[in-house]
Every structure is written in C-alpha cells, then in structure tokens.
C-alpha cells in the first residue's frame, strides 16, 4: 500500500513538472515557431510565462530596492552579450543594454520606428511624438524646436523661470515641512504652462497638473482597464485632461479671430500649433494639437522636476561638491556689472561645474529607464536577428550604472565629468537620434537656474534621509522628499519681466 501510494506520488509530480515545463515553453512555441529557421538566430533569454511574460519578474525588481536585479537575471544566465529576448508588455521584445547596440536601435530609421505599447499610446495619444510616422516627426519637431530650445526663446523664458524660482525658494522657507518633489513638479509644471499656453488660471493649472500626476502613474502599469487599477485610473485622468484642453484651443481659436489678434506680438506654442500649414495648405486638426500638447506638458515638468529634486538632494548630501559648485556659482555673480541684475544666458553657459552636477544627476537617476523601438524589417543585430514586428528596448539605466562606463557607478561624483567627453551612446537622458527630446535645452536650464539660487542662498533639510524609494514610474523618496527649506541669506533679485 505504501509502494503504490509512493508510486502513485511520483507520477503527479513528474506530471506537475510536465505541465510547468510545457506552459513555460508555450510562448517560445506561440511567437518562435512561425519564425522557422530564423528562430535559432534570435537573442539569448526566455519569454517568460504565457500572458504575462517577464513583466511579474519586471515589475517585482522595480518595486524591490533592487530595480537592476531584472537585467541582472539576463547577465547572471545568459552572458553580458547586451541584448536578450524577452516577453514585454504583451509583445515578443528584445532589450538592449550596451552603448553600441543602443547606438544602432536609435540611429537605424531604416531598420526602426517607434514601438511604444498601445497602452502607453491611448494615454499620451495617437498623434503624439511617439507614435506618429518619421515625416510626421520631422515636421511637428521644425515646428516646436525653436520655441521651446531656440536662442530666443531660451532668453526669453530665462526671466520668467527666474522669477518663479525665486518666488517659489522664499515661498517654500516659510512653510515649515513640505513634500520638496511635489513643489518642484508645481514650479516646473507652472512654467511649462507659461511656454505653450502662455497662461492659465490657478484653478486649471491645479487641474491639469493633478490629472497629469494621474495620467503618469498609469504609463508604467499594467494595462489593466478595471475600476480601482492605476490603468483605469490614467485614462480616465486623459479623458479629462482633453477636455480641459479642448477647451482652452476653442477659446484661443476665438481669440486669434478677433481683431486683438492681429497685434498679438509673442505667440506662445499653441497659437504657433494653431496657425502652422504644411505645403498643400492644411492646418492641424484639433486632436493632433491636443496630443502634442499633452506629450510636450507631461515632459516637459516630469523630468525636470524630479531632477532638480535629486541633484539638491545629492549636492546637500556631499559637501564637496556643493562647496564648489556654490563658490562658481558666487564668481559668477561677483563678476557682473553693478547695474545688471538677474542672470543672463551667457551665465547660464558659464556655470561648467553646475552643468557637471546636471549631468551627474541625470546619469544616476536615469528619468527614463528605457524607450521602445519596433524592428520594421529583419534586422541583424551583432549576429542576432530581431525579427520584424518585435518590439526593441533600448535600456538607458544599465548604461548609466555600467562600471566597465562609469568607475563607481552608483557614487555621485560630478568630477568625473571634467574633461571627459562621453562615447556614443553611453550618455543617454534624452535619448539619441531623431527623436532626441526636443525641449532639452529648456528642461537644463530650468535645473541650472534654480540650483543657482539654492546654491547661494538655502539649504534642504530632510525629515526621512534613509526614505524608501519607489522607481516605478520614476525613482523617487516615498516620501516625496519631506523637508524644510532653510533660509541662509538674501537671493539676488531678478530681472525685470520682457
């Protein structure tokens, strides 16, 4: 009796084993075997488990304090080869994670397009940058390039960040604890407005920013559209920011037909929508606007604002560095004429340590932790075929904190920048190629400006140093940076308004 119940024992494990063995095999048979013979030449790794693939394996690492345990497992099994196939987001992927193959995934606009999952595109839109045709792109880029990061522009909006920067340091030392990130995201996203709206009232200002905040959380969730799922919640927060914003181009189309338009003198990035025709004469229909809109507002504070709550926080943390970047930032106000008053851009390009912390910020942080390609054709990729129709992952953070790149990875040593130039691709906060972020220029200098005034005039003190971080969908302090802004001295006054 005990044999056969031993025997008996045996068999269901064996076929429990059985049944474990085929389901984890079931995606290589599902998405590999209509490859045929190009199937033995794909990447090394595994596609996981049916449905989910690796995203369970992903989203456990990112929600651990050891987000690079995920690309660890890739390494750790299958070599540093710099590209593994894997299952992301419901497709058949291949992740990269070496300069040279980034290089060509980014560069290749032959061999590549955009390969954003559909969830991520129903919540920054369908006529947005990352998901419209190559032409498309070049065309809206012409377009917004030189009023977010021309010459021009840059002067121009100089006084107005200055200003909010100023304002918002004396405001925030007298209010005793705050969450820092939270303010640094209202200011970055105050000033955003400024540029492609002109401006707003506080109340729909308060709006917009609190369903971006929404809308953001769902860009790295599972596409899971169900009441109480953080999916459901972000399209919900979209539908609401359209019609906020279809509001706001039905009010200016009005505008811009009246008489007062004809005298308007400095358009700001909706009228420059508005009014833009191409070649055959047709304008931009209302739903491109408001996606370019959408993708340029959540960009454009997101980033900006989470570094320049990490770069005080790192420069308070080491007071080296904070000691030399203040000393540079005091040589260059002692410097300029008696009768200037507010920084100039000529400055702003002259603060070289303070654009090492930059650098050295965005280096570890890594805002990005990666973007998405699709392989339009079979690709050849250092001896591996990326199939067409497979998605590309082009991984920024394992870039970032290669020590084989960067000795110490994980130190933050804004020296390392001196002198050095960085190879291709191995620097990557705002992507390569074409699609390059746009409004880079814009997005340093507000970090440049309002470090220059905390530099020479305040300190952070922290409430919860050791906080916990969270790195979906961005490395934060679960806390949101609680801390008191201290007071040391007056700030320099700016610049008269333009």
């Not at 709006?207 to 919900?236: Q, S």
């Not at 989470?306 to 926080?313: D, E, F, L, R, S």
């Not at 106000?333 to 000529?346: D, F, H, N, S, Y």
Request: overall charge positive; proline content about 6%.
């Amino acid at each position: 009796m005990g044999m056969e119940l031993l025997i008996s024992w045996s068999w269901m494990i064996l076929g429990l084993v059985g049944v474990l063995i085929f389901v984890k095999k079931a995606n290589g048979w599902l998405y590999e075997s209509k490859l045929g013979a190009k199937r033995y030449s794909l990447p090394p790794g595994d596609l996981g488990w049916p449905f989910i693939g690796n995203m369970w394996s992903f989203l456990k690492a990112f929600k651990s304090n050891n987000p690079d345990s995920f690309i660890d497992t890739f390494v750790t099994r299958y070599g540093r080869t710099g590209i593994y196939k894997a299952l992301m987001f419901g497709r058949p992927s291949v992740i990269v994670t070496l300069p040279e193959t980034c290089k060509r995934v980014l560069t290749d606009d032959d061999a590549f397009k955009p390969g954003w999952p559909v969830s991520t595109i129903k919540l920054i839109g369908e006529k947005s940058f990352i998901s419209i045709s190559y032409e498309e792109h070049k065309r809206l880029r012409r377009l917004t390039a030189a009023p977010v990061n021309g010459y021009e522009a840059l002067s121009l909006y100089l006084n107005y960040i200055e200003e909010n920067v100023i304002s918002a340091l004396d405001k925030w030392s007298k209010m005793g604890q705050f969450e820092f990130l939270t303010y640094t995201r209202k200011l970055t996203f105050r000033i955003i407005m400024y540029i492609f709206l002109s401006s707003e009232s506080e109340d729909v200002m308060e709006a917009l920013e609190r369903e971006y905040t929404t809308l953001n959380y769902g860009v790295r969730a599972m596409a899971i559209n169900i009441p109480g799922f953080v999916y459901h919640k972000a399209l919900k927060a979209r539908k609401k920011l359209v019609g906020i914003l279809q509001s706001i181009v039905d009010e200016r189309r009005n505008q811009n037909k009246g008489p007062c338009s004809l005298t308007k003198n400095n358009k700001d990035m909706l009228d420059a929508l508005l009014s833009v025709e191409d070649e055959k004469g047709r304008k931009l229909e209302d739903d491109e606007i408001i996606d370019v809109l959408l993708m340029y507002l959540n960009a454009g504070h997101e980033s900006s604002g989470h570094i320049i709550m990490w770069a005080t926080v790192f420069l308070q943390a080491h007071p080296q560095y904070l000691h030399k970047a203040k000393a540079e930032q005091e040589r260059i106000v002692k410097k300029r004429p008696a009768t200037q008053k507010g920084l100039t851009l000529k400055e702003v390009r002259e603060m070289v340590y303070l654009s090492n912390v930059i650098d050295e910020t965005l280096r570890i942080v890594t805002f990005s932790l990666t973007v998405f390609r699709e392989a339009k054709k079979d690709v050849n990729v250092n001896g591996y075929i990326i199939p067409k129709g497979w998605r590309v992952l082009v991984w920024f953070r394992t870039i970032h904190l290669d020590p084989e790149i960067y000795p110490n990875p994980r130190e933050f040593n804004p020296s390392r920048w001196e002198d050095y130039t960085p190879k291709a691709c191995t620097f990557l906060p705002f992507g390569a190629g074409s699609r390059l972020c746009p409004g880079n220029d814009l997005a340093r200098l507000e970090i440049a400006i309002f470090l220059h005034y905390f530099l020479l005039g305040y300190e952070l003190e922290r409430a919860n140093p050791n906080s916990e971080l969270m790195y979906l969908p961005h490395t934060r302090p679960k806390d949101n940076c609680l801390a008191k802004l201290i007071s040391k001295s007056p700030s320099p006054s700016p610049s008269p308004s333009v």
